[in-house]
């Protein structure tokens, strides 16, 4: 029998499994899909994630791949813009090549991978569920935000090529030398759902968005003829959207996205990622959390394994963990969705400010500092 057995293996699951394998212990790591695979995302990833990877050599790895450095954020209402800095540079980067290369370096580590489905629990001394925000497992462990109706959001995303790279890369001869990438990225709002929009490697810029469903009833999972109805709402979305060409076929979209409290331990199960807990993708910390929240249970795993304390012990220690790293950025990341949702509404509050202090609160609430997160990183590694 395995130590470990981790169902999912999105940046949650991969990270877990690099640390525990990486520390010799035995990691049975699945996932329903292989890799390389695609996912909906708005692929911002954000700085305070970088501490764990760092060690990991991940980061090396996307910024050799050339994934843009992203440094700054600008929020878009229907006619105001407000515009601040990060302290640390973030990345793009696409989920196909960062989630394929943390499930390699899971495995060079020595975790096993394996491709399937997971029906049942497997056996294990311990099992962590790192399936994401929606899965079958919900519904058996009895979780109560699964029979929330009223939440329900959704999401899209698309890649694309700006269309001024294609006019300036290709002279007369061939190519030429393309614009950098953007080093910015830039949320959009519209009535009930906002966009994020920034540059990956390969010259591409990802266009993601999230939307309440209730914007959805008339357009029967057509996005194309929901996109047309945002880009004659808002003038800025008809201009950002007309100065890119698809690169990708169709939309990605998702199965619902439900924000409510869930619990870090469920039947005995040690959660991580969107299956702990789901922050508002505007803040593009979902991916830092799903990797922090690794960082954050396997020193517990140890623990146990070590049997250095009962189980009930080291469940609840968890849970109060959990809950102190990431509760109030989750309600504070509701809050501002709230407003990013009302593009009149943001434009009032855009108008009484600019001070580059609201943009360091944002970010202060909403995500960890980068010195808190290498202090863990330093412990582990
Ligand atoms: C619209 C939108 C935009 C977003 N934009 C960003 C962003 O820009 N930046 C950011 O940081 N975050 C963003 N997020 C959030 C981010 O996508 C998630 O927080 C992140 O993917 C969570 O990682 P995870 O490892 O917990 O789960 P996931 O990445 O969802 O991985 C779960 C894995 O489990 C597997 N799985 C599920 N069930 C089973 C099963 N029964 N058996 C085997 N395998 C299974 C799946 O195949 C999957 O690979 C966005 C989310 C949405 C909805």
Not at 43 to 70: N, Q
Not at 278 to 288: E, H, K, S
Not at 299 to 315: D, M, S, T, Y
Request: charged share 25%; with cysteine.
């Amino acid at each position: 029998m395995e130590d470990v057995a981790i169902i999912g293996a999105g940046p949650a699951g991969s990270t877990l499994a690099a640390l525990l394998a990486g520390r010799g212990i035995s990691v049975a790591l699945y996932d329903r899909d292989a890799f390389p695979r695609d996912k909906l995302c708005g692929e911002f990833l954000s700085y305070d994630a970088l501490p764990v990877l760092e060690p990991l050599g991940v980061v090396d790895e996307i910024d050799k791949a050339g994934a843009p450095r992203i440094e700054r954020c600008r929020v878009v209402g229907s006619k105001r813009t407000y515009e601040f800095a990060f302290p640390h540079a973030a990345r793009g980067v696409s989920r196909f090549y960062l989630d394929d290369l943390l499930h390699r370096v899971a495995q060079q580590r020595g975790a096993r991978a394996m491709v399937n489905t997971v029906n049942e629990l497997p056996e294990a001394k311990v099992i962590v569920g790192a399936w994401g925000r929606w899965g079958r497992f919900d519904q058996q462990l009895g979780r109560k935000f699964v029979r929330d109706r009223s939440h329900r959001n959704f999401g899209f995303k698309r890649h694309y090529r700006r269309v001024e790279d294609r006019q300036s890369c290709l002279s007369g001869t061939g190519r030429i030398a393309c614009p950098p990438p953007s080093n910015v990225i830039d949320l959009h709002s519209f009535k009930r759902g906002y966009l994020g929009v920034n540059a990956v490697e390969g010259g591409i810029t990802n266009i993601c968005g999230l939307v309440h469903a209730s914007r959805l009833a008339h357009h029967k999972g057509k996005w194309d003829a929901f996109i047309e109805t945002i880009r004659a709402e808002e003038p800025r979305l008809e201009e950002l959207y007309a100065r890119h060409e698809p690169a990708q076929d169709g939309y990605l979209s998702s199965e619902p996205v439900i924000f409510r409290a869930r619990s870090a331990v469920e039947g005995g199960v040690f959660m991580i990622g969107d299956a702990s807990g789901v922050i508002d993708p505007l803040t593009g910390n979902g991916m830092a959390m799903a990797i922090q929240s690794a960082l954050l249970l396997a020193p517990h795993i140890v623990r146990l394994l070590e049997q250095h304390a009962g189980r009930n012990e080291i469940e609840n220690e968890y849970r109060r963990a959990h809950r102190k790293m990431f509760l109030a950025r989750i309600a504070w990341s509701r809050r501002v969705a709230s407003l990013l949702s009302r593009p009149r509404l943001l434009d009032t509050a855009l108008t009484t400010t600019s001070s580059p202090r609201i943009g360091e609160l944002l970010l202060r609430h909403t995500r960890a500092s980068r010195d808190e997160i290498a202090r863990l990183a330093d412990a582990w590694f």
